[in-house]
C-alpha cells in the first residue's frame, strides 16, 4: 500500500481566471470547499500547489525544500521586483544579499528613518491645513516618497517628486494588472531604473557621496561573494527595492485611517499614548487587512509532507491574508481587536502579513521594522496630532483587486493641527 495520498485537487484546465476573480479569498474559498489547507490546481497553464496555514508556511520557508530562482511571473518581476533582486536568489548568495539590506535596518538607521518621517508629517499637515479636503492615499504616497528618498541618500529635485511618486506607485499598484496599468508599471520601472542607475555610478566616480548608511552609499559599494560591485541595473534594483515598499506602506496607513474610523473604541484606547497599545493597532491593522496576498516558490527537490507528494519544480503559493486570518491560530479572525496582541507569543510562521520565517536565512520581508516604524508615526499623527472629518464616502475595499486600496482612498475634509 503506498505511503503518501492524493492531494485534493481542482479539475479543469487552468484556474488563473478564478485567482484573478477571487483575489485574497481564492486559496481560503478552497481551502474551505476541500477542507484542507494544502491543494493542487492549474496556475498560468502549470501544475501548482497552493498553502496555508502556519504549518504550511513553516515547510514553504524550509530553504531545503523550495527555491525563489524563476518562481516570480514574469510580470510581477517586470513590474513589482525587477530583475536580479534579492527576492529571486537561493542559498549563499541570498544570504550575503540579504545581509546587505539588514545592515541598513539598524536602531540607529530605524531612528533616523523615524525622525524623517516625522518631519515629513509635519509638512504635510501644514500643507493640509491650507485646503478644504486631502485624499490621504494620494497624499501619504508623496510623504512617504520624500521620506523614502531622503532615508535612502537619494537625492530628489522638488519639482520631481510627484513624478517619482508616480512611477513608484505604479510599480506595486500594477502587478496583477493586465493592459495599460501593466505596462503603467512596466515603464515606471525602466524609467526610475534608469535614474537610480545613473546616481550609483555618479556615486562610484565620487560625484555625489550620501551618508555612509544609507541605502545608495552601501548597496553602490556592496561587493559580491566573489568580492565584484554589484552590476549598476542590480545596484539600482535593490535601492528601488528599498524606496517602492516605503512607498507601499500609505496603503497600510490607508487601512489604519480606515481602522481609526471604523473602530472608534479601539481609537479611544490610543489617547493614553500608551506605546505599547499603538505598536498592538499597527500589528493588528498588519493582520486584519489584506495587502500582499500570497508569496511563491518552486518545489526544489521531491519531498512528502503530510502524506503528500511535492514534485521537484512544482509552483507553489503559500497564502499570506488566509495564514493572517487562520482560525486555528487566530481567536475570531475576522473581527478587529489590538488586544489579541497584548499576550501573542509570535510564532514567525503564523503571523505573516510581510512574509514568515527567519530575516537572514530566508526571505521574509528585509522592511518589517521599517514598515512598523512608520506606521507608528503615521498611526500617531493620524490619531492624537491632528483633527479632521471624514465626509460620507465608499469607504468599502476589494477583496478581489490586488492591492486592495479603499475606494474612495480615504478623504479628510477640514484637517487641522491638534494643539
Ligand atoms: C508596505 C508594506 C510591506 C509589505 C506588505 C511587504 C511584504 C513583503 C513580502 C510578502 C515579502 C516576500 C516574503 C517572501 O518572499 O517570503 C517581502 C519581501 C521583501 N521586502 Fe517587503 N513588504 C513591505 C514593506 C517593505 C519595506 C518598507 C521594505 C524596505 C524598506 C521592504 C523590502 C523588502 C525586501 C528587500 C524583500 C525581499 C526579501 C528577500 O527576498 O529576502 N518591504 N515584503
Redesign the pocket.
Known amino acids: 500500500m503506498s505511503d503518501t495520498n492524493q492531494m485534493p485537487r481542482e479539475e479543469g484546465i487552468d484556474h488563473s481566471l478564478s485567482l484573478m476573480r477571487e483575489g485574497y479569498m481564492y486559496i481560503l474559498n478552497r481551502r474551505q470547499s476541500f477542507n484542507s489547507n494544502v491543494f493542487e490546481t492549474r496556475l498560468l497553464g502549470k501544475k501548482a500547489i497552493c498553502m496555508v496555514g502556519k504549518d504550511a508556511a513553516e515547510v514553504f520557508?524550509d530553504t531545503e525544500k523550495f527555491k525563489?530562482k524563476d518562481a516570480a511571473p514574469n510580470r510581477a518581476v517586470q513590474t513589482l521586483f525587477g530583475k536580479n533582486?534579492?527576492?529571486a536568489?537561493d542559498g549563499q548568495d541570498?544570504k550575503h544579499?540579504?545581509e546587505m539590506?539588514m545592515s541598513i535596518m539598524s536602531p540607529e538607521g530605524l531612528q533616523r528613518l523615524t525622525d524623517i518621517t516625522k518631519k515629513q508629517w509635519n509638512t504635510a499637515l501644514n500643507k493640509w491645513e491650507q485646503v478644504d479636503e486631502v485624499i490621504l492615499y494620494e497624499e501619504v504616497k508623496e510623504v512617504l516618497c520624500r521620506t523614502?528618498c531622503q532615508w535612502a541618500g537619494v537625492p530628489l529635485e522638488e519639482d520631481d517628486v510627484k513624478e517619482m511618486t508616480k512611477d513608484l506607485a505604479a510599480m506595486f499598484e500594477s502587478p496583477a494588472a493586465v493592459g495599460p496599468n501593466h505596462w503603467l508599471g512596466r515603464n515606471a520601472r525602466n524609467k526610475v531604473e534608469n535614474w537610480i542607475g545613473e546616481l550609483v555610478d555618479k556615486m562610484r566616480n565620487g560625484e555625489i557621496n550620501p551618508p555612509e548608511d544609507t541605502a545608495l552609499h552601501r548597496f553602490a559599494w556592496h561587493r559580491d561573494l566573489e568580492g565584484n560591485l554589484l552590476d549598476t541595473k542590480t545596484a539600482a534594483v535593490?535601492v528601488i527595492?528599498?524606496l517602492r515598499?516605503?512607498v507601499?506602506?500609505a496603503?497600510?496607513i490607508n487601512f489604519t485611517a480606515l481602522a481609526l474610523h471604523h473602530f472608534p473604541e479601539e481609537r479611544e484606547k490610543l489617547e493614553s499614548h500608551d506605546e505599547k497599545f499603538a505598536q498592538m493597532f499597527v500589528q493588528e491593522v498588519?493582520r486584519f487587512y489584506p495587502?500582499?496576498p500570497f508569496?511563491v516558490?518552486l518545489v526544489k527537490k521531491d519531498f512528502t509532507w503530510n502524506g503528500y507528494k511535492f514534485k521537484e519544480g512544482t509552483l507553489t503559493l503559500?497564502d499570506?491574508y488566509g495564514t493572517n486570518h487562520d482560525p486555528e491560530v487566530w481567536k475570531n479572525p475576522d473581527v478587529f481587536s489590538p488586544d489579541r496582541f497584548a499576550k501573542w507569543e509570535g510564532s514567525p510562521f503564523s503571523f505573516?502579513?510581510?512574509?514568515?520565517?527567519d530575516?537572514f536565512m530566508?526571505?521574509?520581508?528585509?522592511?518589517?521594522w521599517?514598515?512598523i516604524e512608520?506606521m507608528k508615526v503615521s498611526l500617531d499623527y493620524l490619531a492624537n496630532r491632528m483633527e479632521y472629518e471624514v465626509p460620507n464616502q465608499d469607504l468599502s475595499y476589494s477583496m478581489v483587486s490586488i492591492p486592495s486600496i479603499p475606494h474612495s482612498k480615504v478623504v479628510l475634509k477640514n484637517v487641522k493641527r491638534k494643539l
Open positions: 520557508y525563489r533582486g534579492v527576492q536568489l541570498h544579499r540579504k539590506f523614502a535593490e527595492n528599498i515598499p516605503i507601499a506602506i496603503i497600510f498588519r495587502f500582499f508569496v516558490a503559500l499570506l505573516i502579513p510581510q512574509g514568515g520565517g530575516y530566508g526571505h521574509r520581508c528585509a522592511g518589517e521599517v514598515t512608520v
